[in-house]
Structures are given as C-alpha cells and as structure tokens.
C-alpha cells in the first residue's frame, strides 16, 4: 500500500473522529465498521494519492467525505479502485472554528501540505485576517513564508488595501514575503499599484524581480505606457533590466516600435546589455516581416552587433521560408553585410541542404569568411564534389 495514502488515511482519522470534533447527533458509528478515512495533504500542490474510504456517519446534518462520494461502506483501503482525493471537499467538512487546531496537527509530508493549502485558502477567503494573525504568528522556518504568501494571494484578490496594510505592519522578513505577493497578484489587473508595492520591498533582488515582473506586465497590455515610467527609473542599473523586459514585451506585438526604442537609448546611454536585447528584437520581427527587419539590422554601427543579430535572424528566416530568404539574399548588393546574412543563412541550411549551401559560401566576398563557411559544411560530412574550395 502506497506510504502516503496509509499515513494519510491515518491523518484523515483524527480529522474526522477526533481532531475536528464535529457535532454528533448521534455518538456512535455503523457497528462492525473498520474505519480507513480519507488522504489528507498540506501547504502545496502535491500528486494526489490515491485512497477508499467506508461510509462513516459523523453527523446527520453534514455527512463525510465518503458518504458525499457514494462509497461502499465497510471497504478497507485496496479493496477498491484507487480514486483520487478531493482536498478542497475535505478542507470544506472542517467547522471554521476548528480550522487553526487542524492546521497545527498537520506536518510537512505532501499530504498535509495539499490539506494546509486548501484550509488556508478557504480560511483567508472568509476570515482573511484571523488567517492572516495565525500565519504572522508561526514561528521562523520554511512553514511560516509560504503560510503568509498563501494567506496574502487570496486576500489580495478581495482587498489589496487591507492585506497591505497588513504587511505593513510586519516584520522586515515577512513583510517583504507578503508585498511580494500583493505585488505578483496585483500585476496584471494593476500595474502601477503592483509597483509601488513592489518598490516597498527591502531585500534588492526580490525588489527588482518584483518591479521587473509588474513592468513585463504592463508593457504586455499598455507598451508606451510602461515605457513612459520606465524612462523615469533613476537607477542604472535596474533601468538596463526594465529597458530589456519592457523592449522584448513590446517585440512580441511591434518589433518595429521596440527597435525604435532601443536606438534610442543606444544613443541616451549605451551598453552592452543592449545587444541581446538587440537580437531578441531582430529574431521576433523576422518572424513577421523579416524584410523589415534585416533593413533595420543593416543601419547597425557596431560591425559586431550587427553580425550577431544578422546571424541569429536569417537562422529564423532560413527556418520560417527558407526560400524566401534564398531570394532576399540575391536580390543584395555586394557588401560586408551581406557576407554577414550569407554566411548566417548558409551556416543554417547546410546540415539539409550541403549543395546549395556550398554554393552559398562561394559567394562570400571576404575570403576569411568564405574559407571558415567552406570548413564548418564541409565538416557536416558533405559529399565529396563539394570539397573543393575552387
């Protein structure tokens, strides 16, 4: 029998018997009845094991878990086919009053872990802060963190002033714990008020994922919205990482406007972070108008850059219409920034296409280059005719 099925059928036991204490019309159960209650779980999302339960009457106005389920009584665990067990039903069987005493019964396996989920969640939603009180009052350690994150998302979904005036009155470790979960729910439905609870956390790196996390956001739904507060951002160094996140997220909808941005604050302030954001910017606008977008790589100043960016584009483009590419490329004028999409594009076919890859590299005008291309298909195994370099 599955380990965590006994030992939560186990659990299920007291809950139901004992720990809960559930009003009895009636003092005693069918006699002859073995009783094998149902799995419970805790904090977390657990697989659910697997359990069989027998009917047992607790009360006449609230039946058991296995009497909702339609169970065959007198059934002892394994004597049935395996079902798994429904957490929130069996969080719901527990009286509000009951629920602080539960949850300090429970332990740390995967089990419990399902089972403190749920009373938690279904406490938070109708008493959020006498769930609130308990979770603040854990001691230190790993129980403690993820009691007030679980009390703070639901609260938040029904009233973010009040859960934050509660973090508010935290202590610094479990004050951040909470604002980084307000600001996480907050995010999507309201950014601005993500973020400034977001620039409420003290410890740096959960400060910045959190502000960064609410811009991703906002730049998703409104882009030059968050651009405009982006460009406030005093910061260097967390404005390089906004600038990153919130150009991508608005690559994904106008590569076209996230490209002008970007050469704009290659010009206000240039650095190196920018070139991956740079490349990013040029994969998502080849798959949508690659044309455009290789026009916008060719104005690239830094010969570097731009060989970076050229490459990882045409490897989209010879992916997405290979032969489109193909046409593109000798529709161009000789020029360094051709040899750049020649090379990147023939690199990209040749493991499929050695021939045309071959002839490709003959084109390249840079004999370095040519000679690299030459050696890198010609290393793919490439059949002997192409071997020549003639």
Same mark, same amino acid.
């Given at each position: ?205 959960? @400060? $910045?994922? /959190? %502000?960064?996390? #609410?811009?991703?956001? =906002? +730049?998703?739904? &409104?882009?030059?919205? *968050?651009?405009? !507060? ?75 850059? @731009? $060989?970076? /960016? %050229?490459?990882? #584009?045409?490897?989209? =483009? +010879?992916?997405? &219409?290979?032969?489109? *590419?193909?046409? !593109? ?62």
């Amino acid at each position: 029998m599955n380990r965590v099925a006994i030992a939560a059928a186990g659990l299920a036991a007291v809950i139901v018997v004992g720990v809960f204490a559930l009003r009895r019309s009636a003092e005693e159960v069918i006699d002859g009845d073995s009783r094998a209650p149902a799995d419970t779980s805790g904090l977390g999302v657990a697989e659910q094991a697997p359990r069989t339960l027998p009917a047992v009457v607790v009360s006449d106005k609230e039946p058991t878990l296995a009497a909702e389920a339609g169970e065959t009584r007198g059934r002892t665990l394994g004597e049935t086919d395996e079902e798994p067990v429904d957490f929130e039903r069996l969080a719901a069987t527990v009286p509000l009053e009951q629920i602080s005493s539960a949850l300090a019964r429970l332990s740390d396996d995967e089990a419990d872990q399902n089972l403190r989920a749920e009373l938690l969640r279904r406490w938070a939603s109708l008493h959020p802060a006498d769930a609130a009180q308990w979770a603040a009052a854990l001691p230190e350690g790993n129980l403690r963190p993820n009691a007030l994150a679980a009390v703070a998302a639901e609260w938040a979904s029904q009233d973010l002033p009040a859960a934050r005036q509660w973090a508010q009155n935290l202590e610094a470790t479990g004050r951040d714990t909470v604002m980084i979960t307000l600001a996480t729910e907050a995010a999507s439905a309201n950014p601005l008020g993500a973020l400034d609870l977001a620039l409420q956390i003290q410890e740096s790196p959960a @400060r $910045a994922n /959190a %502000v960064a996390f #609410a811009v991703a956001q =906002w +730049a998703a739904n &409104d882009p030059q919205a *968050a651009l405009e !507060w982006t460009v406030q951002v005093a910061d260097a160094k967390m404005r390089q990482h906004l600038d990153r996140l919130v150009t991508s997220a608005i690559a994904e909808s106008d590569p076209a406007a996230a490209a002008n941005y970007l050469a704009s604050r290659s010009r206000e302030a240039p650095d190196s972070s920018q070139a991956h954001t740079a490349v990013e910017v040029a994969q998502r606008w080849t798959q949508q108008t690659p044309e455009a977008a290789t026009g916008w790589l060719e104005t690239f100043t830094d010969r570097g850059l @731009r $060989a970076f /960016a %050229v490459d990882a #584009a045409m490897r989209v =483009w +010879a992916e997405t &219409d290979s032969g489109a *590419a193909h046409q !593109w490329l000798a529709r161009q004028p000789a020029s360094e920034f051709r040899d750049e999409a020649t090379f990147a594009y023939a690199a990209a076919i040749a493991p499929a296409d050695g021939v045309t890859a071959f002839d490709l590299a003959r084109m390249i005008q840079d004999p370095a280059r040519r000679q690299q291309l030459i050696a890198q298909i010609v290393s793919l195994d490439t059949p002997p005719t192409l071997r020549s370099t003639d």
